[in-house]
T-cell receptor, first 114, second 109 residues
C-alpha cells in the first residue's frame, strides 16, 4: 500500500507567481490535512478536507490560499501571488476517517520563493 | 486552543546512551502521536498513543492522559536517531493535530 504522495517535492517560484501543491492520500483514506512548517519551527495546521468538502480551514490565511479535494484526483493546495514569507515545507497527511485515527504524513513539498 | 510543550528543546548524546523526551499538553485529547523528522525533512510516524504504553524495538512511549503528559524513551541510541522529535495532539473538539516545538536530538558516534 503506497503511502501519502506529494508532488512536486521541491518547487521554486518568483514573487507574484502561483504555486500548486498536490497530495494523493493513502488508498482507502478519505480525509486529508495540510500543515505548514516554517524554517526552524514546528508544523502548523492549515486545513482539513474530506472529498468535495472543506471541514476546517481555520488555520489557513484568509487571502491567497485555497484548498480543494475533488471527487476524483488529488487534493490541491493553491497559493496565489506568492511572497517570500510563503517559503516553507508544506506537508499533507491522510487518515481513513475513523473515530480514532492515525494521521499519515507525506514527504512534503519544499516551496522556495525568490 | 490546546498548548503542547516539549522538553528538552535540545539533547546531545553519545551513541549507546538512553534518553527520555517529554510532552505536556494543556487539555484532554483524542489522539497523541510521536514523530521523528529526519535530517532530510521526512516525518516518520513513531507511535499513535492516546493512552497507555507501547514499544517498538529500541523506542517506547507512555501517555498518562489523566495527567496530560507523554514520554518517549530511546534506548541504546544510534547516530541514525538524530533529528527532531515532535509530539502532536488532537483535541477532543476537532481533528487537527497541534504540534509541539520539538526536541532536537543529536547522537554523536
Amino acid at each position: 500500500n503506497a503511502g501519502v504522495m506529494q508532488n512536486p517535492r521541491h518547487l521554486v517560484r518568483r514573487r507574484g507567481q502561483e504555486a500548486r501543491l498536490r497530495c494523493s492520500p493513502m488508498k482507502g483514506h478519505s480525509h486529508v490535512y495540510w500543515y505548514r512548517q516554517l524554517p526552524e519551527e514546528g508544523l502548523k495546521f492549515m486545513v482539513y478536507l474530506q472529498k468535495e468538502n472543506i471541514i476546517d480551514e481555520s488555520g489557513m490565511p484568509k487571502e491567497r490560499f485555497s484548498a480543494e479535494f475533488p471527487k476524483e484526483g488529488p487534493s490541491i493546495l493553491r497559493i496565489q501571488q506568492v511572497v517570500r514569507g510563503d517559503s516553507a515545507a508544506y506537508f499533507c497527511a491522510s487518515s481513513p476517517g475513523l473515530q480514532t485515527d492515525t494521521q499519515y504524513f507525506g514527504p512534503g513539498t519544499r516551496l522556495t520563493v525568490l | 486552543g490546546i498548548q503542547v510543550e516539549q522538553s528538552p528543546p535540545d539533547l546531545i548524546l553519545q551513541e549507546g546512551a538512553n534518553s527520555t523526551l517529554r510532552c505536556n499538553f494543556s487539555d484532554s485529547v483524542n489522539n497523541l502521536q510521536w514523530f521523528h523528522q529526519n535530517p532530510w525533512g521526512q516525518l516518520i510516524n513513531l507511535f499513535y498513543i492516546p493512552s497507555g504504553t507501547k514499544q517498538n524495538g529500541r523506542l517506547s512511549a507512555t501517555t498518562v492522559a489523566t495527567e496530560r503528559y507523554s514520554l518517549l524513551y530511546i534506548s541504546s541510541s544510534q547516530t541514525t536517531d538524530s533529528g527532531v522529535y515532535f509530539c502532536a495532539v488532537e483535541e477532543t473538539s476537532g481533528s487537527r493535530l497541534t504540534f509541539g516545538e520539538g526536541t532536537q536530538l543529536t547522537v554523536n558516534p
